[in-house]
């Protein structure tokens, strides 16, 4: 299982939301690079990085930054918040991104995506942001009336990178992840999952290390290691396949 260590940028700074609530934001640095060449150095194998303000807005806000991150380390990183267009997509590829994610666009327009897929196939993945079973969308500011169940099998028979799944309740809130909700996603999809939300401790990675043989690929992790819950050195060991 590979561990993301999460990049949250707003205004040009690495931060955290509580719940996805931009009113309760805590800020962890000034400089998104610096971060990130952190993670890289204390073993990450990915980044997760987020456009918070094109998330709220629609329109990315801090795309250079996130290509002189995507430039600068030398591992692969996955991006999403804000990306609603060809052009967008384009941009962050030609950049170095490895991923982007796709989220409040392909949730009303699927056609857009099967479009993308086309041109992207596994490098496209999609967000699937959830509260009381449905899908939030505008940077969780908005929830959908699609339901996630109703939505995941939409999208079966596509070949995407993965989903990416996160119980909005619990992000930010080092409540522990949602095993309920995911094991019941991973029992409809072959499509590979990443969890995201509430991941507190090493014991918590341990918990979602057993749903591997149901298609769980990966963990995002962000408040833990920001403020010293989890050492990102102890997760990716304990991920590796000698730890």
């Given at each position: ?111 857009f ?14 967000s ?31 070949k995407?990178?993965?989903?990416i ?28 999952v ?50």
């Open positions: 299982m590979i561990i993301f260590p999460a990049i949250d940028i707003k205004d040009g700074k690495v931060v955290r939301l509580f719940q996805g609530k931009f009113d309760e934001v805590t800020e962890y640095s000034g400089d998104p690079l610096v971060v990130a060449q952190k993670w890289q150095q204390q073993g990450a194998q990915w980044l997760h990085v987020v456009d918070l303000d094109g998330a709220k807005t629609g329109e990315m806000h801090n795309r250079d930054t996130i290509i002189e991150i995507a430039k600068t380390v030398s591992i692969p990183i996955q991006v999403g918040g804000g990306i609603r267009s060809r052009e967008d997509i384009q941009r962050l590829i030609d950049g170095g991104v490895a991923r982007v994610i796709l989220g409040t666009r392909v949730i009303s327009d699927h056609n995506l099967l479009e993308m897929l086309g041109l992207w196939k596994k490098k496209i993945a999609i699937l942001d959830c509260a009381n079973g449905f899908v939030a969308q505008r940077g969780w500011t908005e929830q959908s009336m699609v339901k996630a169940v109703d939505f995941v099998k939409g999208l079966a028979g596509l995407l990178g993965c989903l799944y996160t119980d909005i309740v619990r992000d930010g809130a080092l409540t522990g992840p949602d095993m309920i909700g995911l094991r019941g996603l991973l029992a409809i999809t072959d499509i590979p990443i969890a995201s939300g509430g991941i507190a401790s090493l014991e918590d990675i341990r918990h979602l290390m057993s749903l591997e043989p149901e298609g769980l690929i990966g963990a995002i992790i962000g408040k833990a290691i920001y403020e010293g819950k989890i050492n990102l050195e102890d997760a990716v060991q304990l991920c590796s396949p000698r730890g």
